[in-house]
T-cell receptor, first 115, second 111 residues
Framework: ETGVTQTPRHLVMGMTNKKSLKCEQH?????MYWYKQSAKKPLELMFV???????ENNSVPSRFSPECPNSSHLFLHLHTLQPEDSALYLC??????????????FGPGTRLTVL | GQQVMQIPQYQHVQEGEDFTTYCNSS?????IQWYKQRPGGHPVFLIQ?????EVKKQKRLTFQFGEAKKNSSLHITATQTTDVGTYFC???????????FGKGTSLLVTP
């Protein structure tokens, strides 16, 4: 275990549903990340939070809404998704003096299927 | 912006053969990191290279960072079936942005 947990591990949802993905890190890190991993585009960085502040949003559609209430928790709220949003959603955290360029520790991911 | 290119995209080898994946950046990197993702798993950190021309070894794995700090390679000697997975390089710049991951090289090893 890397100290980063994600729930749920698997999620199937319809296009009209609203769901949330949760990530929690127990490593005392200050930065947390959401990635989308699909067969066509491996490891797309979606959002970056550093000290609870969003520092990067890589042109992600508004149907994905992140929330970072504190340095240990990160959420990804989903609504009116499309079938092409089906993918593995990975959370990661990093910390230390190097900040955002420090080693990243990934959670196990949430396998999302949109019907 | 900074881009990290990784080749090849796929590699299929017989067990015992060597394997190399290459990573190239459009800009100078402050450090480069390598990750491995097993099938069905998540990326796991392998190593970080910081110095120009640096070479590090982990058993059968040899990692190199180019003199100009724009390219890197991972070489596996005498592959084993346990080496199967996708290997990602990730470049870090001094711009303050997060790591930039390459698209990965998927390695398949057949016995």
């Amino acid at each position: 275990e890397t100290g980063v947990t994600q729930t749920p591990r698997h999620l199937v949802m319809g296009m009209t549903n609203k769901k949330s993905l949760k990530c929690e890190q127990h490593l005392g890190h200050n930065a947390m990340y959401w990635y989308k991993q699909s067969a066509k585009k491996p490891l797309e960085l979606m959002f970056v939070y550093n000290f609870k502040e969003q520092t990067e949003n890589n042109s992600v559609p508004s149907r994905f809404s992140p929330e970072c209430p504190n340095s240990s928790h990160l959420f990804l709220h989903l609504h009116t998704l499309q079938p092409e949003d089906s993918a593995l959603y990975l959370c990661a955290s990093s910390g230390g003096l190097a900040g955002l360029t420090d080693t990243q520790y990934f959670g196990p991911g949430t396998r999302l299927t949109v019907l | 912006g900074q881009q990290v290119m990784q080749i090849p995209q796929y590699q299929h080898v017989q067990e015992g053969e060597d394997f190399t994946t290459y990573c190239n950046s459009s800009t100078t990197l402050s450090n480069i990191q390598w990750y491995k993702q097993r099938p069905g798993g998540h990326p796991v950190f392998l190593i970080q290279l910081v110095k120009s021309g640096e070479v590090k070894k982990q058993k059968r794995l040899t990692f190199q960072f180019g003199e100009a700090k724009k390219n890197s390679s991972l070489h596996i000697t005498a592959t084993q079936t346990t080496d199967v997975g996708t290997y990602f390089c990730a470049g870090a710049s001094n711009s303050g942005y997060a790591l930039n991951f390459g698209k990965g090289t998927s390695l398949l090893v057949t016995p």
